[in-house]
């Protein structure tokens, strides 16, 4: 497994924007696919995108498309997800995971980092 580190989240008013960062110290992601996924309270965590490994964007959340864009930065080994048009319905603990392929099931991935919270108040 692959400790992963997710960083950037925050208190942000409605219709900000924040830029979360997943990172894999010691560990080259370039081969792996990677996931974002977000928890609220009291709901199932959930998939809101994923990369493969191959840079190919496999899906996005419905109710993220044309505000959130995932990303990956090889020369900095890290995975970006840009919020825009956050709303209160986006709060919520944001998870990145790393496997071999891209999926919106959480049980199909092996490594996940500690989550960062995102919180959309005004």
């Known amino acids: 497994q692959v400790q992963l580190v997710e960083s950037g989240g925050g208190l942000v008013q409605p219709g900000g924007s924040l830029r979360l960062s997943c990172a894999a110290p010691g560990f080259t992601l370039r081969y792996s696919a990677i996931g974002w996924f977000r928890q609220a309270p009291g709901k199932e965590r959930e998939g809101v995108s994923c990369i493969s490994s191959r840079d190919v964007i496999t899906y996005y959340l419905d109710s993220v498309k044309g505000r959130f864009t995932i990303s990956r930065d090889n020369a900095k080994n890290t995975i970006y997800l840009q919020m825009n048009s956050l709303q209160p319905e986006d709060t919520a603990v944001y998870y990145c995971?790393?496997?071999?392929?891209?999926?919106?099931?959480?049980?199909?991935?092996?490594?996940w980092g500690q989550g960062t919270q995102v919180t959309v108040s005004s």
């Open positions: 995971a790393a496997d071999l392929l891209c999926s919106d099931n959480v049980d199909s991935f092996a490594s």
